[in-house]
């Protein structure tokens, strides 16, 4: 990664930052960096230098750290202090950590160039020696400062634990003492990183920062947020996308207790009240009359069907290898598979949400702040303003899986017609209802695949024919110029147009339908279905070959190292080998694995199933093995492996948004459902040791599953699962 | 006016009678600990105590809360149950978002208080209202048998 220098802030605010120490980290260039997908996005480089700040030492030493990422449960608020606690050599009951506001100049992704947002699983691998170079300095300086009170030289000192010592005179200062005289010393231009073998913090378990505040109800979220004559807006949306409204009665609604105003904005009406409440009975007693004139009205089965008579024709080339109509020829055997998926909402905990407040040259946003590159520029164009003049608070985020990372700012810009509707009259928070959340669209889009591969007479496999439709999650947003290239996005072909198998004769197409729902990346974006579709139809091919799965797939990667290594770890761990016993007289069990990189990151799975009679089925036990790189934070590796799975099970077992006549047919959770406790399984993870930067977590453990799961029933019922969410019969 | 007994103390809330509970305490009195996930019982991210059975207060309207013993996630650290499962979340880091969590604790301490030693199917079956979408039911399930056993 880049050089970063190292400027110091504290004499330029020093009033402002009082008797403490603040450090910054320019970032002179940005070389070729992986976008938000699956690597190989060119990234245009940043050719600002200016700083960023990431550290502050209290005189009552306490060390801030400035976390530039959102977060939404996956622990960035505990990854990205660990660095800078490490390198500082800081107690972790020392630390504090504050959210970044929105500035790219100085809290840019540096995986996404000149953009300051949060996601592709890149929060700590972004960071990863920008965090530590930010510690380091601060040690220098604090350092350097106690030699000098001392009159010693600095190599007689040690730092740790947030202990500064002079052995030889048995003297110590703690960081607060020193910070004062450390902001004083010009910040070393060249810092020296510890070699990892010296690491006291990082690969060792620490209590994530916000786990005591999120279990007493202090964790301030985005729908805790309450400011002086705040009103509360709900809004009425038209049933179909791309409705509008026509006209509205608002007698009964403004006739509701708390109800304070009902304004339109350009894709519904919103009820202002006192409280959510008043907010809440004012909207349904609002009459909106629709214009359905430019809605969209096809139903999932029709879409489907469109999508069918696509792949029947080639696609766009995404990946082209080899001979594949010669190898097609020679074929011992050929088979053929078409896999279909739904619609996915992301259903965060936390419905949408947001806060709104304007005056005459500002408007201030509290949020779970995901995409600041995003929504300051959208908020600013609904108000004519400049980016700059939007202010956004970042906020603990009840979830996201995606969701609050809309390319279009979305429900910010909603919140943001309201509060102009009414002329910054007042706050205006605007709260989604679960069944708002469920309907605004922005799903994980449906796919169609048809996957048609050759074996020799040997069962080797000879050739991979792989064609995807479905609609273009970045056509449209900011990504497109940069990560849709000759007609190919990306994120649609992620997984699959990589496929680390090695196939001689392979080609991967692609259809890219438009549709008029608007569709959004979710917990690892193209892998969810891609992953699905070669990884069951790599145990449909083992079984045609005669061959074991596990081992099918270890011959296809010997070139592949760190996809061999997981799978062995999660083969060894489930004991593949040895059959599996059945509990009950008729019930079927089967074993199945799954491998797949996304983000970097490389996470094997075994999956245990049992299938009841009845067709009822459960997922026993799953082991998880995960090649991350160097694990800075390993319980919240095994918390993002968790995670993974079971939002990854949840849609595999469950999950589906369909639409009729243009209708989303679901609204809470007794029709879209979650996966509860009690269809948990056992999960272990195993973790590879490597020494490699840190890579992604948050999002890899998701595709994983379904195809490990799909791979178990299939070897327990004899039967191939080819559409999801999976449905067996009696 | 409506005086409603929360965590021990007396409150007087000016709100409809069919105002949900959820939204008396987070709107009316500030307390915003307790969780909107959807409005129908159907998460259990509301969860509080009514007389000291678990409620999903979404659900509850003010009239029905009235004159009763409320107990919210603000309240639950003062009671034994309450404080040993607070230790177990952080001791087994289960929160990931942790919008859910204030429910989930809620959930757990009304077992507890039911049943000090709970069976892995006991807590399976009082702990299933409860919805999380972060996928820490493995960690709560852990927490809440190491707070069972912290339990004096």
Known sequence: ?730 | MITLNVNGKPMSVDADRDTPLLWVLRDHLGMTGTKYGCGMALCGACTVHVNGHPARSCSTPLSSAAGKRITTIEGIGHTKEGRVLQEAWVANDVPQCGYCQSGQIMSAAALLAKVKRPTDAEIESAMSGNVCRCGTYNRISLAVRQASRNLK
Not at chain 1, 176 to 205: E, N, T, W, Y
Not at chain 1, 274 to 296: I, M, N, Q, T, Y
Not at chain 1, 499 to 514: D, I, Q
């Open chain 1, 1 to 730: 990664m880049n050089e970063f220098g190292i400027i110091n802030l504290s004499r330029r605010d020093f009033l402002k930052a009082g008797m403490g120490l603040t450090l910054g980290v320019t970032v002179p260039s940005l070389a070729q960096m992986a976008g938000p997908g699956q690597g190989g996005g060119s990234v245009v480089a940043a050719g600002a230098l200016e700083p960023n700040a990431f550290v502050r030492i209290g005189t009552d030493s306490t060390v801030t750290v400035i976390v530039k990422h959102l977060e939404m449960g996956q622990g960035t608020y505990t990854g990205l202090p660990t660095l800078v606690a490490e390198e500082l050599d800081a107690d972790w009951s020392q630390i504090r950590v504050e959210g970044a506001p929105a500035d790219a100049s100085r809290y840019n992704n540096l995986f996404l160039g000149a953009m300051q947002g949060t996601g592709g699983s890149t929060a700590l691998a972004n960071s990863y020696e920008q965090m530590r170079k930010a510690g380091a300095a601060a040690r220098a300086m604090l350092l350097a400062a106690a030699a000098e009170r001392w009159n010693v030289a600095p190599d007689s000192i040690t730092i740790a634990r947030g202990a500064v010592v002079h052995e030889p005179s048995n003297r110590k200062a703690t960081f607060g003492q020193l910070a004062a005289s450390a902001a004083k010393i010009p910040v070393p231009q060249d810092v020296k990183l510890k070699d990892p073998k010296d690491f006291a913090l990082i690969g060792r378990r620490l209590t994530r920062t916000d786990t005591r505040a999120k279990s007493n109800g202090t964790a301030i979220y985005t729908q805790d947020v309450k400011l002086p004559g705040m009103l509360t807006a709900l809004v009425a949306h038209p049933p179909r996308f791309g409705g509008k409204p026509k006209a509205f009665d608002a007698a009964k609604a403004k006739a509701v207790k708390g109800v304070v105003d009902v304004v339109a904005i350009p894709q519904g009406v919103a009820v202002l009240a006192s409280d959510f409440w008043s907010a809440k009975k004012g909207r349904d007693a609002l009459a909106v009359e629709w214009d359905e004139s430019g809605a969209f009205k096809l139903g999932s089965a029709e879409i489907m069907a469109e999508y069918k008579s696509l792949a029947a024709t080639p696609g766009l080339p995404a990946r082209k290898e080899g001979d594949l109509p010669g190898a097609f020829a020679r074929a011992a055997k050929t088979l053929e598979a078409a896999y279909e998926f739904p619609y996915l909402a992301h259903a965060c905990m936390e419905p949408m949400n947001c806060v709104v407040k304007l005056s005459a040259d500002a408007c201030e946003i509290w949020n779970g702040e995901q995409f600041q590159s995003i929504d300051q520029p959208e908020v600013a164009a609904v108000l004519g303003m400049k980016p700059e003049q939007v202010k956004l608070n970042m906020l603990f985020a009840g979830g996201s899986f995606g969701r609050r990372a809309n390319p279009h700012a979305d429900y910010l810009v909603e919140a943001t017609q309201i509060a102009k509707a009414i002329e910054g009259r007042a706050p205006v928070k605007l709260v989604w209802t679960r069944e708002d959340d469920m309907r605004a669209g922005h799903y994980r889009p449906m796919y169609y695949h048809e996957l048609k591969a050759g074996l020799d007479a040997q069962g080797n496999l000879i050739a991979w024919q792989h064609r995807i439709v479905g609609q273009s999650i970045l056509a449209g947003t900011a990504f497109e110029g940069m990560m849709v290239k000759d007609g190919i996005d990306a994120t649609s072909v992620e997984g699959a147009a990589n496929l680390p198998y090695a196939v001689p004769n392979l080609g991967v197409e692609l259809h890219s339908p438009k549709m008029g729902v608007p569709v959004q990346w979710w917990r690892s974006v193209g892998s969810t279905h891609t992953a699905f579709s070669t990884e069951t139809f790599l145990d449909e091919l083992a079984l045609a070959a005669g061959k074991d799965p596990y081992q099918f797939r270890r011959a296809l990667l010997a070139k592949s190292p760190r996809h061999e290594t997981v799978l062995k770890m999660a083969a060894t761990e489930a004991d593949w080998n040895t059959p599996l016993v059945s509990a009950r007289v008729g019930d079927r069990r089967g074993r199945g694995i799954a491998v797949h990189e996304s983000f970097n990151t490389v996470v094997a799975q075994v999956a245990e199933v049992t299938v009841r009679r009845d067709g009822s089925w459960r997922v026993d036990r799953v082991m998880c093995a995960v090649d991350c790189g160097l694990a800075v934070n390993p319980d919240v590796i095994r918390a993002q492996m968790e995670s993974g799975i079971v939002y990854g099970l949840t849609a595999a077992m469950h999950g589906a948004i369909t639409l009729k006549d243009g209708v989303v047919e679901q609204s809470n959770f007794h029709d879209y459902i979650p996966l509860r406790m009690n269809e948990m399984p056992r999960i272990g993870v195993y973790i590879a040791r490597s020494n490699e930067k840190p890579t992604g977590v948050g999002e890899p453990a998701t595709p994983v599953i379904a195809p490990a799961v799909a791979n178990a029933l299939f070897a327990a019922t004899g039967k191939p699962i080819r559409s999801l969410p999976i449905r067996i019969q009696a």
